[in-house]
């Protein structure tokens, strides 16, 4: 079942904090969180593991609520680098042979 | 360090040509493998994805098919392109028992004129 993003978009000046989140309506094991820059590949940012963990990378950082299947993502005083389109990915149980499914991403986009 | 390739970066097709599209890992060993299309502005949609030589499985019924000859290759395929399979494919890998984090290869960008 395909993880719920919002917003669907969001506008930002630089400096500026933007919060994504992610909502799965079954139980998840993790979640993971990828960027997407215009005509490029998705880039692998961070997993969250079942444990309500959170994470950090650089001025991004990441919550996963288990209870509520739900994943966040902060950017913090954004940069105009951090433009781009932001996709989660859910898998509800470990396992290599798991298809992860992905989010219809969040276009995030950073003025000057 | 593991490596993914995927070639060509872009292609313009007609209708009703044949397609093929190759990827291979470099790195690491018995990778799953992934084909995903994105269209313009959408996100992505998973088609193929294999967990060894040989096994594919189809998530979208289409005219497109996918091959895995060897450990680390995996190939998409089309007999006849239609307008609609226009977009940007990216194939990717992921550790076969792990927690599944996907490293996507830079993508072909397709255009079925």
């Known amino acids: 079942q395909q993880p719920v993003q919002s917003p669907q978009a969001v506008i930002l000046r630089e400096g500026e904090d933007a919060v994504i989140n992610c909502s799965s309506s079954?139980?998840?094991?993790?979640v993971h969180w990828y960027r997407q820059k215009h005509g490029e590949a998705p880039v692998f940012l961070m997993i969250?593991?079942?444990?309500?963990e959170q994470k950090g990378h650089d001025k991004i950082s990441a919550s996963f609520n288990e209870k509520k299947q739900q994943s966040s993502l902060y950017l913090t005083a954004s940069q105009l680098s951090y433009s781009g389109t932001y996709f989660c990915?859910?898998?509800?149980?470990?396992?290599?042979?798991?298809?992860?499914?992905f989010g219809k991403g969040t276009k995030l986009t950073v003025n000057p | 360090s593991q490596t993914i390739h995927q070639w060509p970066a872009t292609l313009v097709q007609p209708v009703g040509s044949p397609l093929s599209l190759e990827c291979t890992v470099e790195?690491?060993?018995?990778?799953?493998l992934y084909w995903y299309r994105q269209a313009a502005g959408r996100g992505l949609q998973l088609l193929f994805y294999?967990?060894?030589?040989?096994?594919i499985s189809s998530e979208v019924p289409q005219n497109l098919s996918a091959s895995r000859p060897q450990d680390r290759q995996f190939i998409l395929s089309s007999k006849k392109l239609l307008l609609s399979d226009s977009g940007f494919y990216l194939c990717?890998?992921?550790?076969?028992?792990?927690?599944?984090?996907?490293?996507f290869g830079a993508g072909t960008r397709l255009s079925v004129l």
């Open positions: 294999s967990v060894g030589i040989g096994q």
């Open positions: 969250l593991l079942k444990g309500g």
């Open positions: 990915g859910t898998l509800p149980t470990q396992g290599g042979s798991e298809k992860l499914v």
């Open positions: 990717a890998w992921s550790v076969r028992a792990g927690i599944n984090i996907q490293y």
């Open positions: 079954k139980a998840l094991y993790s």
């Open positions: 790195g690491t060993s018995n990778p799953n």
